[in-house]
């Protein structure tokens, strides 16, 4: 018999909470109350779960159901639930830039040569494009064979999104190079627009020169001050997270109610096709590299439980970021490999995204009746993979790609102005690429520490179940 706070029945609960979403939409004779009772008091248990285990994960999973539930409920309510995720993330914007560069600081200055850092960045950067390569095709094959666009009726872009895809695209409308942009101008700049990719670049000339002083008093006065600040920004994580319950709720309720049933029945498709083409990239591709390089999978599945549910509930790879820093340094991988490749990645690696545009692109062809060819697929593959490297810091930069990289191929009859339909469900979409990214991401980190030999397995990060010995989230 299991314990009645066991992590057993708490996926027991969720999943019956699930199924009566489910049952609702079957039995319309049925009143809607029954359900919403039902799965309130199955919410009220999960709570209790999670209250009882002081798991930070099982309380997300927990907020994004009753955001699910609230959401359907009370849509006007659950609009003004938004500022909670919005008060989430610009707290998770004050830690970001302190963070990484005391990581890399440290990392770097204090336990690399500089060659080594060279060398995990050349393997870095091949990693990323042979594994986005990879997602790119896998995203090109899935739509391929759902024709999602051929089955989308005709339906005009509504106001609002012809409105965000004009202000998502007037970011481009002042030509930027860059390679240039990769450089800071002043940090005090990048830091404030959150330049990330800017910030690393700072942070590992700071660490190299810092690694030349020779004055050992100054370099060893400089490293113990970054060390001490690494471990209080690691602090500050952990109490920004006590925020990040509410935050998944405020963000999936408001995700719920701006959707609308219709819209997303309409392009039900689309969104199916691409968490399956998602699952199969993960399970073809991410699985296969992480057992051909010897990763523990339960132990890294909990490790990366906590920043994957924020980077699904919150769509945001940032908030995500703090979080996936400090699991995968106490994973085992080092701080100058996690702080180098984990942020690298979120400019080169993004695998959701890559798979996404592909996909997209395609599915815009099908709904304009354009039947490319194998040869222009892959031309229009080559053409994001350069694309995409070049929008790190672009909001919205997922959009900002497929109709920049339309328009190069309007010749073909692609319609750019039909992308907008896509924005109606692309925030559910945004969810599920949002965590592949972070996903591989701490996949990458992994990689990279083994293959410098520095990989070492600490103990799991998720605590015990004192019912079911070394489990996981999801280890029974």
Known sequence: MKAPFSLFWYITIFAICGLLFFLESSLPQVNPIVFAVMRYLGMGYLFAIA?????????????????????????????????????????????????LFATLVV?????????????IGLKSIIYFEVVTTFAL??????????????????????????????????????????????????????????????IVVFSVLFAIALSLVKNVKHKETMLHWTESLSEVMFKFTDIVMYVAPLAVFGA????????????????LQLVG????????????????????FKVKIREFLGS????????????????????????MEKFGVPKKIVGFVIP?????????????????????????????????????????MLTSKGVAGVRGASFVILTTTLMDYKHLGLDPEKAGIILGVDALMDMAR?????????????????????????EPTYEKDENLPDSGLFGE
């Open 51 to 99: 209250f009882k285990r002081k798991k930070l994960s099982l309380w997300i999973f927990t907020a994004m159901l009753l955001g699910v539930e609230v959401g359907l409920d009370f849509p006007e309510f659950s609009l003004e639930m938004k500022r909670f995720g919005d008060v989430f993330l610009r707290l998770i914007k004050t830690l970001v830039a302190p963070l």
């Open 107 to 119: 990392g770097i200055a204090g336990h690399s040569n500089l060659k080594q850092v060279g060398r």
């Open 137 to 198: 095709f896998i995203g090109l094959l899935a739509i391929n064979i759902s024709g999602a666009g051929y089955g989308v009726k005709e339906t005009t872009v509504e106001t609002s999104a012809k409105e965000k895809s004009a202000e998502l695209l007037a970011q481009l409308e002042k030509p930027k190079d860059h390679l240039v942009e990769l450089v800071p101008e002043n940090i005090a700049k990048a830091i404030a627009e959150n330049q990330v990719l800017q």
């Open 252 to 267: 999936i309720a408001s995700t719920i109610a701006k959707s609308g049933v219709d819209v997303l029945m309409n392009l």
């Open 273 to 292: 096709t691409l968490y399956v083409g998602l699952l199969v990239f993960v399970l073809t591709i991410l699985l296969p590299i992480a057992l051909l």
């Open 304 to 327: 990366i439980t906590e920043p994957l549910s924020i980077a699904f509930a919150t769509a945001s790879s940032e908030a995500a970021l703090p979080k996936a820093l400090e699991n």
């Open 344 to 384: 690298t990645g979120y400019s080169f690696n993004l695998d959701g995204t890559t798979l996404y545009l592909s996909m997209a692109t395609v599915f815009v062809a099908q709904m304009c009746g354009v039947n490319l060819s194998i040869g222009q697929q892959i031309a229009i593959c080559l053409t994001l």
């Open 434 to 458: 949002t965590s592949v990214n972070v996903l591989g991401n701490c996949l990458a980190s992994v990689i990279i520490a083994k293959s410098e030999g520095e990989f070492a397995l600490s």
